[in-house]
């Protein structure tokens, strides 16, 4: 029997892996007497060893050897074999059992046929077949003929003998028709032979599957190196990525810019805001949520701009207000200010008391928000929920590449960590979009505008603004300030205001102030209006 003990840099010769092939030799001794082993070796361009072999086997005699598949080389180095289209006929059986290829032949002859792969591998300026096997039987003789696709053929070295007693092999050579003949007599249970033969480059394809190191499936292996190589590279450029759009976007927030809102034109002023952005927009963009706030700065920038009325009410010895319609809506709204109008007023409803908001199912606010988020969307300062979603998909897809490949690899041409990487890789893909800011660079951009606007109108003063334009430019304002919070300094800046002073008394949009020749009583009771608004749109 022949056991395979190496092969760093070759074949599986001899009956099974790496080299040989048999082709009778002719001879005039005496028959042998024993086992005989003929072996016929045809190495293909594609790297594989046809071998037809036929064994010889006494009346009196039995023959059985095991061929192992996986070889240790080196201290840390393993080579693997494989065999396939195997047929036995006569006396004999060929099976793959436990990582070795087994033959055994009874009495009289046996011919077995069979193809050994991964037994090709290139060296500098050459291809080589090595290989050392151990006589695990007494063979009584041995021929061998290998063909290959180059008559360059060219033995190296052949020893045969005990370890560490090896001595020149008896006959092998190389005949001018490129046919290697290996021819041995004798042989000995425990006798070792160390073969190796060379090709020029590129003769056949290169093969090997040799593997350093751990053994196992999940060892770390060059094509593993370069997969997480290949992984980090890709995770440092999508945390990069994250990195910069979360410091874009802080630093929208910061920003210390100022942006002065108030447009002077022939002698009177108007207010403007930044890109023409409407409040509820601000306040959303802002903390990239829909809040009650943004909501009740929605409502009353719908009363300023003549959409809405609101009147003070005494309901039950209790403060109300009551949210009448005034003008109905038109295409000058955008599409979540009209979701909110009809959420105030449906049809066939033209007043609705603020405490009646409080009712349970009165207010659908999940409309609302996501008619605000799709118009951040429209105008381009919110990424599309739709793109975020895309490396998601992605990142479940590598994730079921990566399982699939790692139960592959592992049980096929190890490197199964290879598919971890893979996996890992759609985690990565899956988890950091969680981390990217809502808002796009546009969106930054109109937040730090928004903020400069802010910081813009906390310097305004009163004396600024013709009195004829004091109403209108404080009422057109006013609802920046409810998403920020600062309606009491505004208010203040302006309680001194007259708001009969452009012909008409009151404030034109809130009722209840015709006589007052100043805001000091709307700034005691607009803070609570703002409170209970805010509180109707709040979680029930």
Not at 157 to 181: F, I, M, R, S
Not at 281 to 298: F, K, M, R, Y
Not at 481 to 500: C, K, Q
């Amino acid at each position: 029997m022949l056991t395979f003990r190496g092969g760093a840099a070759g074949a599986l010769l001899l009956a099974s892996a790496s080299l040989l092939a048999a082709a009778p030799v002719a001879h005039t001794e005496p028959a042998p007497t024993g086992v005989t082993i003929t072996a016929d070796l045809t190495l293909t361009e594609e790297g594989v060893l046809e071998v037809t072999e036929t064994v010889g086997v006494p009346a009196d005699g039995n023959f059985r050897m095991a061929l192992p598949l996986r070889l240790k080389v080196g201290d840390d180095v393993e080579r693997r074999f494989a065999v396939t289209d195997v047929t036995a006929t006569g006396a004999g059986t060929a099976t793959t059992v436990d990582d070795q290829f087994v033959v055994e032949a009874a009495p009289g002859e046996s011919t077995f046929t069979y193809s050994v792969h991964n037994t090709v591998s290139d060296a500098p300026g050459t291809q080589v077949f090595h290989w050392l096997g151990v006589v695990s039987a007494d063979i009584a003789a041995l021929d061998v003929s290998v063909i290959s696709p180059s008559f360059q053929m060219g033995v190296v070295d052949c020893k045969l003998g005990p370890a560490g007693n090896t001595k020149p092999c008896a006959d092998v050579h190389v005949e001018p028709d490129g046919v290697l003949y290996l021819s041995q007599r004798d042989l000995r249970k425990g006798d070792a032979i160390d073969l190796t033969m060379q090709l020029p480059p590129g003769t056949v394809e290169a093969n090997a599957d040799v593997r350093g190191g751990d053994s196992s499936p999940f060892a770390v292996t060059t094509p593993v190196l370069a997969a997480f190589g290949a992984l980090l590279l890709a995770l440092a450029a999508m945390v990069a990525y994250v990195l910069l759009a979360r410091k874009r976007a802080a630093a929208a927030i910061a920003s210390s810019d100022r942006f002065d809102p108030l447009v002077q034109q022939g002698g009177r002023v108007e207010f403007t805001s930044p890109d023409g952005v409407l409040p509820g927009e601000a306040g959303l963009l802002l903390d990239e949520h829909v809040d009650p706030v943004d909501i009740a700065s929605t409502v009353v920038d719908l009363a300023v701009r003549r959409y809405l009325w609101i009147t003070p009410v005494n309901a039950r010895g209790e403060d109300d207000w009551r949210i009448s319609r005034l003008n109905a809506a038109d295409d000058q709204l955008r599409d979540y200010e009209r979701t909110v109008y009809d959420m105030l007023l449906p049809e066939g409803t033209d007043t609705v008391a603020v405490r009646e908001l409080r009712a349970p199912g009165r207010v659908k606010l999940d409309p609302i928000r996501a008619a605000m988020r799709a118009d951040a969307v429209a105008t381009g300062a919110f990424a599309d929920p739709k793109q975020r979603a895309l490396p998601r998909w992605i990142g479940v897809a590598l994730i079921a590449i990566g399982a699939i490949a790692t139960v592959a690899l592992a049980l096929t041409s190890g490197h199964a960590l290879v598919g971890v990487a893979i996996a890992l890789a759609g985690v990565a893909a899956t988890a950091l979009p969680n981390y990217l800011p809502t808002r796009t660079t546009l969106g930054d951009t109109v937040v730090g505008r928004i903020k400069a606007m802010q910081r813009g109108l906390d310097t305004v003063a009163r004396e600024q603004v013709p009195p004829i334009d004091q109403e209108t430019v404080f009422s057109r304002a006013l609802p920046y300030l409810v998403i920020s919070g600062r309606t009491d300094n505004w208010i203040r800046t302006f309680r001194d205001m007259d708001p009969s002073a452009d012909s008409q008394p009151g404030l034109y949009w809130f009722a209840g102030y015709d006589r007052d020749r100043n805001l000091h009583r709307f700034a005691a009771q607009f803070p609570f209006f703002i409170t209970a608004l805010e509180g109707a749109f709040g979680p029930r």
